[in-house]
C-alpha cells in the first residue's frame, strides 16, 4: 500500500507540520476578542501582536535555511518545532501587551526555519519529478489549517478559555517534534523502512555533516528573480488571509457567521489550487522534459488567470455577493497553483543547498506579508472602497508574470560551475525524461 512506504509518510508527517504552524499562527486573530478584552489591549495593541510574528519570520528565512542545509532537516525542524510550541504555549500564558509581543516574536523566530528546512527535506526524500506534487500537497495542508483554524480555536475556548486553546495547539506541536525525531533520518536510505524501489527513484544524498561552502553570489543572483516573483505572489496571498474575512463582513455587511462561511470558501479554493498545481507541473515535467515550461510558463500562465478572475472586482459595479465570492475563490485558486512550481524551482536550481535557496525565495513572500495588509488597511481607510486593494493586486500579478519569465530552473548551480570550467562558460540546460 502507498501509506506503508516511507516516503509517503515523511510526506504526511510534513504536511501535519504545515497543518499545525499554520494553525499556530492564526489562532491569535480568532482569539484576540477574548484575550484583547482580558488584558485590556487597544486595538493598535492588537495589531501589533498580530504583525510581530512576521518580523523574526522574514528575518531567518535564509539564515533558517543554511541552518537545515548545514545541520539536517531532523535535527532543525526538531528544534523549530520546540521553539514554536513553546511560543504558543507562553502565548497562552501571557500576561499582558509585552509577554504577547514577545511570544509572537519567539514564534516567528521558531517558524521562520520550517518551510526552507521542509524543502531540504523534500529534496533528499522526494524524486524530482514529484517534488512539485510534494511541494503542492504540503502548502495544501497550510491552507486547510488556515480555513480550520477558526472554527478549531473557538471551540477549545469554549471547551476550556483562550488560554487553554493556546496551550492544546502548544502541547500538538509537541507532540509532532517528538514523532519527527524518532521517525525521520536525514538520508533516507538510513531509514530501516525504505525499499530499495523507493530508494532507486531518489536523487544522491548530498549530507548534512560536510561542510559545503554556500555559493552566496551566485545563488543571490539566481534566486533574485524568483524571489520577486514569490514577492508577487506573497502579496496577494497576505492581502487574501489579512483581509477576505473582513472584506465580506464589512463590504456587503454580513452576519459574522455568514462572512466566515464565505472565507471558508474562498480559502478552501486555496486548498484545490496547491494540490493541483503541484500535480500538473510535475505532470508537465514528466510529458515534455522541459522544466522551463514546467515551471515557468505555468506560473506565467497561473498569475494570468489570477489577474483575470480579479478583473471583474475593478470593473463591475455594485457586484453581488455570490459573483465577487467566486471572482475571488478564483483567484486565490489560480495564485496557490503558483505554489507547486515556485517551491519545486529552489530544489531545481540548488539541490545541494535546497534549504537556503528556498529560504531566500520565501523571504519574498515574508517581507509582502509585512507590507501588503498594511497597504490594504490604509487604501480602505482613505477610500472606503474595499475592492481597491484586489485591484492593486492585479497590478503584482502583471509584475509576476513578466518576471517568471525570467527565472532559471533548468540550470542547476552545478550545472553552471561546469559549464563555466568548459568552453566559453557554456552552461548545460537540464532535460527530465
Known sequence: ???????????????????????????????????????????TEIGFVFSAFAYPYLVFQIIGGWVGDRFGP????????????????MTGLAGGFVSLIIARLLLGLGEGA????????????????????????THAASRIGNAVAPPLIVWLMIATSWRGAFIVTGVISFLWAVVWIFYFRDNPREHKSITADECAT???????????????????????????????????????????????????????GKSALFASGVFFAGVLG?????????????????????RNVMVGVCMFLTLLSLAPIMLVSN???????????????????????????????????????SGIMNSGSALAAIISPVVGGFLIDRTGNWNLPFTV?????????????????????????????????????????
Not at 520577486?228 to 464589512?250: E, K, M
Open 1 to 43: 500500500m502507498m501509506f506503508r512506504r516511507a516516503t509517503t509518510r515523511v510526506l504526511l508527517l510534513l504536511c501535519a507540520m504545515y497543518f499545525i504552524t499554520y494553525v499556530d499562527r492564526v489562532n491569535v486573530s480568532t482569539a484576540a476578542s477574548q484575550f484583547g478584552a482580558e488584558l485590556h489591549l487597544s486595538h
Open 74 to 89: 531532523r535535527r532543525t525542524l526538531t528544534v523549530c518545532a520546540v521553539i514554536w510550541a513553546a511560543a504558543t504555549v
Open 114 to 137: 520550517t518551510f526552507p528546512t521542509a524543502t531540504r527535506a523534500m529534496s533528499n526524500w522526494m524524486p524530482a519529478d514529484k517534488r512539485g506534487f510534494a511541494q503542492g500537497t
Open 202 to 256: 531518489l536523487s544522491s544524498f548530498s549530507g548534512v555533516k560536510q561542510r559545503v561552502p554556500v555559493p552566496w553570489r551566485a545563488l543571490l543572483g539566481r534566486m533574485a528573480p524568483v524571489t520577486a516573483v514569490y514577492f508577487c505572489y506573497g502579496w496577494v496571498l497576505w492581502l487574501f488571509l489579512g483581509w477576505i474575512p473582513q472584506y465580506f463582513l464589512h463590504n456587503y455587511h454580513m452576519e459574522l
Open 274 to 294: 496547491d494540490w493541483l498545481g503541484g500535480s500538473v507541473t510535475d505532470r508537465i515535467l514528466r510529458r515534455s522534459g522541459n522544466i522551463r515550461l514546467a
Open 319 to 357: 457586484m453581488s455577493i455570490t459573483l465577487a465570492a467566486a471572482c475571488l475563490s478564483g483567484g486565490f485558486f489560480f495564485n496557490e497553483m503558483t505554489i507547486g512550481p515556485m517551491w519545486a524551482v529552489p530544489m531545481d536550481i540548488a539541490p545541494k543547498h535546497a534549504g537556503t535557496a
Open 393 to 433: 493586486s492585479m497590478i503584482l500579478m502583471v509584475v509576476g508574470i513578466v518576471l517568471s519569465f525570467t527565472m532559471r530552473p533548468d540550470r542547476a548551480l552545478d550545472d553552471v560551475a561546469a559549464g563555466a570550467e568548459g568552453k566559453k562558460g557554456a552552461e548545460p540546460e537540464r532535460k527530465f525524461v
